[in-house]
């Protein structure tokens, strides 16, 4: 189940540009251990002076964070003739409307992929927040 939480370098990343929603897990790192751990929605009467709290929220709830509030949609595609994932970061508004043909809007979407194949869904998706990360 702990692949459902993006990691703690991505939530720090995250963080630093907003992510601010209440998740149920958070990442609890101290000189000793690095674990997600499971305090509830609230960090109430939690104190270590050597933790360092950040939450770890889902990567669905990235993706509507992303959706919602930045309007790109993030997905990462399956690639049934290679059986590998690629990744897009489209802001909303970017529509196949916008363009004379289908084919000019896919040449176009190129420039919001990454050109990386992954193996596994989530690291596929990680990186698809990254570069969307560096849009906003």
């Not at 104190?47 to 919602?68: C, E, G």
């Not at 000019?104 to 992929?113: D, G, K, N, P, V």
Request: aromatic letters at 20%.
């Amino acid at each position: 189940m702990d692949e459902l939480f993006v990691s703690y370098e991505l939530a720090l990343k995250l963080k630093e540009k907003g992510f601010n929603l209440n998740c149920f897990r958070y990442w609890n790192i101290t000189p000793f251990f690095k674990v997600p751990s499971l305090y509830g929605s609230s960090l109430d009467g939690y104190s270590n002076p050597y933790a360092r709290i950040v939450s770890a929220p889902t990567y669905q709830q990235v993706t509507d964070w992303f959706r919602d509030v930045h309007k790109i949609h993030i997905c990462a595609d399956f690639l049934p003739n290679t059986k590998q994932y690629a990744t897009t970061f489209v802001p909303i508004y970017f529509t196949p409307k916008e363009f004379d043909t289908y084919k000019a809007y896919h040449r176009q979407r190129s420039e919001y992929s990454t050109t990386e194949k992954f193996d596994k869904y989530y690291d596929a998706l990680a990186s698809s927040i990254e570069e969307a990360l560096k849009l906003i």
